[in-house]
Structure formats: structure tokens, C-alpha cells
């Protein structure tokens, strides 16, 4: 529990912390009120894609992720921290606590700023807004994508480790490279991260495609196999290197 508090003081006594996630909420509420707002209900065939958002916030999740465990390295705080447990391990599980719950926050807020500018707009200019059902699902889907997303990049950053490459390795592994298996006969990419995060919020649909739980699923999979691998790079390598 220690550990865990430790991170978590360290990831908010951070500028960087509340400047991505200022940044990434300012920009979804500009977002979810202008387009909403001055879009024709008629081009609002489908609120469900707006109620996602425009990804922005997700994508810095996916970095702050990098950052929580590159940050030791490029500052050469990592030796001072992994003292503190006589085993590394513990200190790679209570920064998978930390991602998690900032994603977890970052989610939630999200879901308080779209919720309550795009669909009490949307709702104000006599658009028919979904079944409640439909929308919880929809936002839970999106809360459970922002802490995943975070500890996605946390198992990136165990693994390349210095900074500014971990960062363009997330980015690219996830949203381009994640692509390409739809290249390829069969239904792999279902399997990939990208489609697995747009099954989770429901955007994906037909046959053979994962349901929203699925999705989920594959995500969480990747997530923490990525992790493990880090944490298994970590507890082995010197940390000097």
C-alpha cells in the first residue's frame, strides 16, 4: 500500500500529469459543445460516435502510461525508487495500480464533461437521445478503455524504456501497426488492439466481429501481457543501462 501511495503522490505532484489531462478534457468539452452544438440534428445521425469522443484524451492516457515508468529512467530516479522494495516486481504492480487508476479518473471525468455538455445539447435541440442502457454501456466501455489504454503504455515503457522511443512505439504499435493484420485472410485483427478498443466501445459491429466484452477482454490481455513483459525486462536488466 506504501508503494502504491508512493506512485500515486509522485504521478500528482507532477505538472505533466494535470497539464495532459487539462489539455485532453478542455479539448473534448470544446468537442462534445461546438460540434453538438452547431452540427443540424440531421447530421447527428449517430450521437453514439460523438459520445466517445474525438480519442484525444485516450491517446494522452496512452502516453502519461510511458511516462509513469519512463520518467525514472531519463531522470535516473529509477535506482532510488526500485530501492525502496528489496524485490522490483512490487514496484512494476503498484505502478500498474497507479495507471489504472488514473485511467479509471481520466475515464470518469470525461464521461462528467461529455456527458454533460453533448447530450444536454443534444437533448436541448430535440435530438432522441439513446436508451439509458445503451449509453451506460457506451461510457462504461470508455471508462474501462482510459485505465487499460494507460496501463497499455505502461508495459511499453517497461519494455523500450527510454522515453521519447517508447512514446512513438506506443503510438504506432496501437494505432497503425494494430491495422495490419486486416490485411491478412481471416479474422486476426479482431484480435489487435485497435479493434479490440473499438469493440469495448461499441462501434464495431457485424458478423465475427467481438462484442463489447470481448473487446474488453483482448484489450486487458495485451495490456497486461505487455506489462508482464516488462516487468520481467525490468526485474532482469541492469538499471544503469
Not at 38 to 50: F, G, N, V
Not at 155 to 162: E, F, P, Q, T, Y
Request: glycine fraction near 14%; aromatic fraction near 8%; proline fraction near 3%.
Amino acid at each position: 500500500m506504501s508503494l502504491l501511495r508512493s506512485e500515486w503522490i509522485k504521478l500528482f505532484t507532477t505538472k505533466t500529469t494535470w497539464v495532459m489531462l487539462g489539455i485532453g478534457l478542455l479539448c473534448e468539452g470544446l468537442f462534445a459543445g461546438l460540434f453538438v452544438g452547431l452540427t443540424s440534428l440531421q447530421e447527428l445521425d449517430d450521437i453514439e460516435e460523438i459520445i466517445t469522443g474525438t480519442g484525444l484524451l485516450m491517446t494522452l492516457m496512452l502516453v502519461l502510461g510511458v511516462l509513469i515508468i519512463t520518467t525514472e529512467f531519463r531522470h535516473g530516479t529509477a535506482s532510488s525508487t526500485f530501492l525502496v522494495s528489496p524485490r522490483r516486481w512490487p514496484v512494476l504492480v503498484a505502478k500498474l495500480e497507479a495507471a489504472l487508476l488514473v485511467g479509471l479518473l481520466a475515464g470518469l471525468l470525461f464521461v462528467l464533461v461529455n456527458g454533460g455538455l453533448a447530450l444536454t445539447i443534444f437533448s436541448g435541440r430535440g435530438g432522441n437521445l439513446p436508451p439509458t442502457g445503451d449509453l451506460v454501456e457506451i461510457y462504461a466501455g470508455v471508462v474501462v478503455s482510459f485505465s487499460l489504454l494507460c496501463a497499455f503504455g505502461l508495459g511499453i515503457g517497461a519494455i523500450v524504456r527510454n522515453q521519447v522511443g517508447a512514446i512513438i512505439a506506443a503510438i504506432a504499435f496501437f494505432f497503425v501497426i494494430s491495422g495490419l493484420p486486416y490485411l491478412l485472410p481471416g479474422s486476426i485483427g479482431e484480435y489487435f488492439p485497435a479493434s479490440a478498443l473499438g469493440s469495448l466501445h461499441g462501434h464495431v459491429e457485424g458478423e465475427g466481429t467481438l462484442n463489447q466484452v470481448e473487446g474488453g477482454v483482448v484489450l486487458a490481455v495485451w495490456s497486461l501481457g505487455l506489462w508482464t513483459l516488462g516487468t520481467l525486462l525490468v526485474t532482469q536488466r541492469d538499471l544503469s543501462e
